[in-house]
């Protein structure tokens, strides 16, 4: 990327090449490996703000925010229009999946898996946080098949379509808050690209994350993600910071071997020896005489 080094963004970046691929990758993510219907099983959209909460978090955050100002390219109309794109089905997809949540409620036990839920918005924090430790850390959707096979009851259990109006409703609206937060961003790009430091807020996002199982965990946290997140983004505003200059810093930063990016084309050409130079590094008592035609031992 070029202002951001995001984890998560990165990690996906290797499968797509695509910015408008990537974003949807990075926004439909929670809905492919399961942490949306997680959070819904949880509790965590039972109530419209719990839904904006969700939809800031999980469907925005800071892998969307550096998906947009470090990867895409275009005007910010251009820009938005993908957004529209990728959300619209977005948002039909994450009212399926809350329209099938109190069907997978009814065979597994909420109390076990509320846990289980609760773990794997930490582990998410955790790969937010940091690429290295992410790499110790099992992926989300692992952490919850194994928290469906852990809580799952399916004796006396009924498994029959269940559809609840208002869960419905909370679910569209955290995936479509998450969308109007992405298109936000897409407008305002201009002005973000120049004066926001991604790397700021993708730490303040991730304790805001971190903040979030403990929510779902009945602790006395109500709505601190959200407020968490809100600080994060207002910090990570600076008028004296210059994302072009942080963008050719990244750059030209030094690697870990002590070369630069500018360094690297450099780094692959061979040297050709200088003939000059042998001719200089002999010592005084050798014989450089040419021994074409001679016997070995002369």
């Known amino acids: 990327m070029s202002t951001s080094q995001h984890p998560v963004a990165l990690s996906l970046e290797r499968f797509v090449s695509d910015d408008a691929k990537l974003l949807a990758l990075v926004m439909a993510l929670p809905l492919v490996d399961g942490v949306f219907p997680a959070m819904i099983l949880a509790g965590a959209v039972d109530d419209p703000l719990g839904a904006i909460q969700v939809g ?3 469907f925005g955050g800071s892998a969307t925010v550096a998906v947009i100002l470090a990867e895409m390219n275009g005007s910010p109309r251009e820009q938005a229009a993908i957004v ?6 977005l948002i039909a997809l994450a009212a399926v999946q809350a329209a099938l ?11 076990i898996f509320e846990r289980f839920a609760a773990l794997v918005i930490a582990a998410i924090a955790a790969h ?3 690429a290295t430790v992410g790499e110790y850390i099992p992926n989300p959707g692992i952490i919850i098949a194994l928290g ?3 809580s799952l009851e399916p004796s006396g259990a009924e498994l029959a379509f269940e559809a609840d109006p208002s869960l419905i409703a909370n679910g569209t609206l955290a995936a479509g808050v998450g969308v109007l937060f992405a298109l936000s961003v897409a407008v305002a790009g201009p002005y973000l690209r120049t004066y926001m430091d991604i790397d700021r807020f993708r730490f303040g996002s991730a304790v805001a994350l971190g903040l979030l199982p403990l929510s779902l965990l009945g602790m006395a946290f109500g709505e601190a993600p959200l407020a968490a997140l809100l600080v994060a983004a207002v910090l990570s505003i600076d008028p004296q910071f210059d994302g072009e200059a942080a963008r050719e ?3 030209t930063a030094p690697r870990p071997d002590g070369g630069s990016a500018e360094d690297r084309s450099n780094a692959t050409e061979p040297k050709v020896p200088d003939s000059s130079d042998s001719e200089d590094d002999t010592y005084p008592g050798d014989d450089s005489t040419d021994t074409t035609g001679r016997a070995p031992w002369l």
């Open 148 to 150: 469906l096979v852990a």
């Open 101 to 111: 949540a109190p069907t997978i409620e009814s065979v597994v036990n909420i109390a």
């Open 128 to 130: 937010t946080a940091s």
């Open 56 to 58: 800031l978090l999980i």
């Open 84 to 89: 529209l794109v990728v959300g619209l089905p």
């Open 249 to 251: 810093t990244l750059e």
